[in-house]
Structures are given as C-alpha cells and as structure tokens.
C-alpha cells in the first residue's frame, strides 16, 4: 500500500519522508497523534480530531501549530496522494505532533515541534471480531491518561498478545478491575438493556466514535450510557462492540474464546452510527 507524508509541510512518499533523529518522538516519545479514517478521498470528522489533538497536546505542554497549518498540511498530504494514486476510497490519515528535534533526554528543546500528516490506503475490517482480555492494566491515573501520545509500547505488546490468542484486539482493564479500553478503540457492552461504555474517569481514550455515538444515541433514544463495569461482565456479557476511527462502530463475534451471539442494541447503535456518519463528514 502506498504512503503519502508531509513532514513540516513538505510532502515525500513514504521511502524520502524523514525526520531528525534526535527528534523528541523518536527518542523519548513526546508526541500526541490522531487518526482519522478517509472515505472517498475525505477525512471524517477532522473537526473533532484537530480539537481532540490540541487537548493531547495541552496535557504534554507541547506547542500547537495553528489551524490553518493542520487543515493545509491534511489538504495537501490528501491532494499529493491523489494526483499519485487516484481518489481514496477508504483509507487512514494519521496527524502527528512531536516534541522536534532535542536533546537525548527529557528536556526539550523550547518551541520546537514537528509535524507529520501520513495518509495510506486501509484494510476493511472483517466482519467476524474476536477480542482478548489482556493481563495488563491501563493507569486511570497516569500523568498523560487523557493524552492521545505517540507512547504506543504497551498498546504493540498487548495486541500482539491478543493476535498470538487468535484474536483482532486487546482489551485493558485498568487498575481497579474496572474495564477500560481496547489497544485502539473503546469498548461498550449491553447491560439491563442498556449500551454501557466505560467513562472516561476509567482511563480510557475520549475516543471520537465513542463520542458520537454517544451524541447520536442520546438524540435518537438509543439507551447509550457511560458507566464503570468490572471486567468480569466480558464472561458472561452477550452483545459487545468496539468504536474506533476505522472501525466505527463494530459487533464483536468472539470473546476470550467464548462465541457470543451478538444483540439488537449493537446492531442498532452500528446502524445508527453508519447512517449519521453518511449524512455528515465532519459531524
């Protein structure tokens, strides 16, 4: 698959693209990101996403570029793959916001960033969903917990120990037993014929689908709510979805080996998510 980048406004394929290799990103992870899924050649709700990624920046006291540089490098990273490749169909974009170039430890050097806006072509998920419990917990109380950042280790070993399991994604509790998120998305499971999600306050990600779906629902009457729920509810719980920026929002088939049979209020938030998403592209 082909990949478009622009790194500080200047756009390469994949293979010329580069960054300092003091960059703060590279040596020590100071960064915040953001993925947008692209249809026809549009990022979806890019709004949201640039919000969402000044509020990242903010927890780790990076400098923000100002909007009309985020939109013109997305516009024209978007364009140049275009013109290369033609109109993407359906696709990822990924904004990144490092720490810049600096030095080998923690101190940064001061005003300094580096932009990166990559976007590539993306797989369809399949409709069949398994998820695995993890053995790792998320820290509701870290320092970066409300911070979409570019510190990704933890969520690499626990989806590879969820791959090695036969399953697509892992899900976290955090350090109260309470669930809390997946690798790369969030989680909602039907409880008393309610869509419970857990709230943010659990250390999960205020991910962007999560959002709207709980916006949507709340107009339409869909019983969506934000509620702690212990991770044992995943042995017996029936019906399950995951949200993500790919994945919207997705029913989950398989959890932890157990074949689930999958219920209305999932199929029914899925619905109401795809229709509202195809109504409006920056909603």
Not at 16 to 27: F, M
Not at 194 to 208: E, K
Not at 217 to 235: I, N, Q, T
Request: with cysteine; net charge negative; glycine share 10%.
């Amino acid at each position: 698959m082909t990949t478009t980048i622009s790194v500080d406004g200047v756009v390469r394929d994949a293979a010329n693209a580069t960054v300092s290799a003091v960059d703060h990103g590279l040596t020590v992870g100071d960064g915040v990101f953001e993925t947008c899924k692209v249809t026809d050649g549009r990022p979806f709700a890019l709004t949201r996403h640039l919000a969402r990624l000044t509020r990242s920046a903010a927890v780790l006291g990076l400098p923000m570029p100002d909007d009309d540089e985020l939109r013109g490098a997305v516009a024209g990273t978007l364009a140049a793959h275009q013109r290369a490749e033609g109109t993407l169909a359906f696709g990822r974009l990924r904004i990144t916001l490092t720490g810049g170039p600096g030095p080998l430890g923690s101190d940064r050097a001061p005003g300094s960033h580096t932009l990166v806006v990559a976007v590539s072509p993306a797989a369809v998920w399949p409709s069949r969903i398994a998820v695995a419990t993890v053995p790792w917990t998320r820290n509701e109380r870290s320092a970066v917990a409300a911070a979409k950042t570019i510190s990704y280790a933890e969520n690499v070993v626990a989806l590879a120990e969820a791959h090695r399991r036969g399953a697509h994604e892992g899900l976290f509790a955090n350090t109260r037993g309470d669930l809390c998120e997946g690798t790369g998305s969030n989680v909602a499971v039907a409880v008393d014929g309610v869509l419970v999600t857990p709230p943010l306050s659990s250390g999960c990600l205020a991910g962007i689908s999560r959002e709207l779906l709980l916006e949507w629902a709340a107009k339409e009457g869909l019983p969506v709510e934000e509620a702690p729920l212990p991770m044992a509810v995943l042995e017996t719980v029936q019906d399950v979805v995951l949200t993500s920026s790919t994945r919207d929002v997705q029913p989950v088939t398989v959890v932890d080996g157990r074949e689930i049979a999958g219920g209305e209020l999932g199929r029914a938030a899925a619905e109401l998510f795809a229709r509202r998403a195809a109504e409006d592209v920056d909603p």
